[in-house]
């Protein structure tokens, strides 16, 4: 079945920098796209970076020149890196990706608060 595990949201200062990574099994990683979404309190959900299976890349407004997506097809792995990260990027961040349906990670919390 499929399985998403998101790691290394954390505390962090305004200005710092964060990686998040997600661990994909029980499909063909390389061939789908990845995303990772966010949720902040009182908030829907929101799309904010996606990767294609060729690597093209899509950013939100709000992180464009300050997020990175990037994945490793032979780890089976997507990352976010993070950086100039303000207090308006706190929201729990889930990794996703439609095979068949769409599937979510259980989500890994980032804070950003002096």
């Known amino acids: 079945q499929v399985q998403l595990v998101e790691s290394g949201g954390a505390p962090v200062l305004p200005g710092g920098s964060l990686r998040l990574a997600c661990a994909a099994s029980?499909?063909?990683?390389?061939?789908?796209?990845m995303n990772w979404y966010r949720q902040a309190p009182g908030k829907e959900r929101e799309l904010v970076a996606s990767i294609s299976s060729d690597g093209s890349t899509y950013y939100t407004d709000s992180v464009k020149g300050r997020f990175t997506i990037s994945r490793d097809n032979a780890k089976n792995t997507v990352s976010l890196q993070m950086s100039n990260l303000k207090p308006e990027d706190t929201a729990v961040y889930y990794c996703?990706?439609?095979?068949?349906?769409?599937?979510w990670g259980q989500g890994t919390q980032v804070t950003v608060s002096s």
């Open positions: 029980g499909f063909t990683f390389s061939m789908r796209a």
């Open positions: 996703s990706v439609v095979a068949g349906t769409r599937y």
